[in-house]
């Protein structure tokens, strides 16, 4: 069985500021893990994936994320939010026994950015 | 870029009413997935499929089926909608391995 946890339903940061969101996993097989943003009224998104490459992982619009396995965690970060940053967040994690193909996803995290 | 799209964006259904769902991938992706998202409780996945004519049950299977006749369309029905079943529908596909790409949603709402 595998489970994602996202510390904090909301973060709130002013412009410039650092972006971290906390994403930790639990999974029996190594896991392949994703962040995904959703604006108001869309769909998600894919911001970045970990599949077992390197380990620090770059995405679209500035982000990144960290896997490390001694800490199961893969932790979203930005160097500096924009307004149009503001959504909200979801790490998922996918693993071996479902072919890589199934996705549990955690419970999200909304991004405010205050001017 | 691989596009998802979804019948409608908003629908309106009675409670006891039959409503299909339909989702439509432009890219030959094999896997295809329905969720539900609803405040607070993040996705939660209602079926999915591996193949034409295939179709797995997800976490929450319950009043849902699902159809799967051609690889680029994969419909969800509620046999008969119930209020607790409004709340925002989201149809994803990817291949193997990858990541998964979402459709736009839509809202359901049953009175």
């Known amino acids: 069985a595998q489970s994602v946890t996202q510390l904090g339903s909301h973060v709130s940061v002013s412009e410039g500021a650092l972006v971290l969101l906390r994403c930790n996993y639990s999974s029996s097989v190594p896991p392949y893990l994703f962040w995904y943003v959703q604006y108001p009224n869309q769909g998600l998104q894919l911001l970045l994936k970990?599949?077992?490459?390197?380990?620090l992982v770059k995405g679209i619009n500035g982000f990144e994320a960290e896997f490390k396995k001694s800490e199961t965690s893969f932790h979203l970060t930005k160097p500096s939010a924009h307004m149009s940053d503001a959504a909200e967040y979801f790490c998922a994690v996918s693993g071996r026994n479902s072919g890589y193909s199934t996705l549990t996803f955690g419970k999200g995290t909304m991004l405010l950015v205050s001017p | 870029d691989v596009k998802v799209t979804q019948s409608s964006r908003y629908l309106v259904k009675r409670t006891g009413e039959k409503v299909f769902l339909e989702c439509v991938q432009d890219m030959d992706h094999e896997n295809m997935f329905w969720y539900r998202q609803d405040p607070g409780l993040g996705l939660r996945l209602i079926y999915f499929s591996y193949d034409v004519k295939m179709k797995e049950k997800g976490d929450i299977p319950e009043g849902y089926s699902v159809s799967r006749e051609k690889k680029e369309r994969f419909s969800l029905i509620l046999e008969s909608a119930s209020t607790n079943q409004t709340s925002m529908y989201l149809c994803a596909s990817s291949l193997w391995g990858r990541g998964q790409f979402f459709g736009p949603g839509t809202r359901l709402t049953v009175l």
């Open positions: 970990y599949t077992s490459a390197a380990t």
